[in-house]
């Protein structure tokens, strides 16, 4: 059976690989995307201080780091039996607007948007920023940086650091704001909300006035009809720090709604040989395999999954955009994979004008900012991280020590989904074994759509670490590779 590698895969946080196997015709039999990294940071957490895990587990990734941080703070909050106050909780969701305004534009402009701006069959070299700013323009790559600068400086001012932030406290933060931190942070929120509208003007002008990506997004290869999960508000709207847990069927209905801290009893995490990755799914329905459909328990996170699990956005003019987004794409739940990026610039306007209200709150400015806490426990902490649903789960023993953790992070909840999105993909697109980089490019566009973080996925180990190393010579050819299993 003969075999088409992609490796590495590209524009992803992370490292990976698409195997794709096809058959005597040249059509794909299967294809497999692999993760050859492993983090395992639940392991190394044992017998850590509690209060430590909100700074170790932000360094499991460089690009969510806010998001392990406040999972890690909330989780600790249950531990620790302590309810923060309202400023300070309001404190952390501003912070955490930020985070989400410098991690989607990074995604969309620098990683999956060059896709549709530059074009699927461009030369992989133009598949960058540079590319879209040489399709778009030197100012447009001005206002890319600027407002992603925007969102890093919001987490730095409230966090104390842009990247790895330090305020995460049980019962609490460590630091409020100051009169003229309002005044930047307002400034700035301000212009993140135009720099939002331009960025769906921008969806518009590229994408859906060209016939053929509406036709890709709308294509089979691309459409998965899954399970969709995200925390939602008391009114069923997406909600990126705190709610319910909402998971939606195909036909939009609600089948289960639970508290983060129930999770084990909705949840199970499936184990396959040839990933580090587990395979999250819905106890209620059950494991079947990569299998999508209703009697597959199978979900989907992130941007698309979490519109599609709520009735709505909390802004306005988010919530336009909500509307405008099902009445284009023929109503809910929407299953395209590519439609994930339409999604994701939805939620940056939400963003933008969540923090836009927060930091106009009276309440912002609040010195009552910690609540003391009680004998440590068992919590568990969720919040929505820019790519999907984050679950930290802690045991603390009596003398503040980490027993155990567990860790359900956004691209493990969509490992069976992007597996499968994946192998869809290159079912389509190669036939009669043709194959050429756009066609390559095309199949890797349908993991890229769920903008994936591998580096926080991969913790299963079963039993060693299976490695395979490849010898090259000094023609790039294999001289030699060595398995040890």
Known sequence: MKAVTIDPITRLEGHGKISVFLDSDGNVDNAYLQIP???????FCQGRRAEDMPQITSRICGVCPVA???????ALDACFHVEPPSAAKKLRELMY??????????????????????????????????????????DVGREVIKHRAYGQRITAILGGKATHPVCGLPGGVSKGLAKEEVQEIKDMVRS???????????????????????????????NLETYNMGLVDAHNKVNFYDGIVRVTDQNAEETLRFSGKDYTDYISEHVEPWSYMKFPYLKKIGWRGLKDGKTSGVYRVGPLGRLNAADGMATSLADKEYKRFYETL??????STLAYHWARLIELLYAAER??????????????????????GEGVGVVEAARGTLIH??????????????????????????TMSVRDAARGMIKKGVVNNGILNRIEMAFRAYDPCF??????LPGGMPLELNIYDKNKKIYKTIKNF
């Not at 392990?68 to 909330?74: E, P």
């Not at 023929?330 to 299953?335: A, D, E, L, S, Y």
């Open 37 to 43: 990294e492993l983090r395992g940071f639940e392991r």
């Open 68 to 74: 392990h941080h406040f999972a890690s703070t909330k």
């Open 97 to 138: 607007m930020g985070y989400v305004i410098y991690d989607h534009i990074l995604h969309f402009y620098f990683l999956g948007g060059p896709d549709f701006v530059v074009g699927p069959d461009a030369p992989a070299s133009q598949h960058n920023i540079l590319g879209v700013i040489d399709k778009a323009g030197l």
């Open 192 to 222: 993140c909300v135009d720099f939002a509208k331009f960025s769906l003007k921008l969806f518009d002008d590229v994408v859906l006035k060209n016939r053929d990506y509406v036709d890709m997004i709308k294509s089979d290869p691309y």
């Open 330 to 335: 023929g109503g809910k739940p929407v299953n």
């Open 355 to 376: 923090a836009t209200e927060l930091i106009n709150d009276p309440d912002i400015t609040s010195k009552h900012i910690r609540n003391p806490v009680g004998e440590p």
């Open 393 to 418: 789960h802690y045991e603390v023993d009596k003398n503040g020590l980490i027993e155990k953790a567990n860790l359900i992070v956004a691209t493990t909840n969509n490992a069976g989904a992007i």
């Open 455 to 460: 580096a926080c996925a991969t913790h299963t």
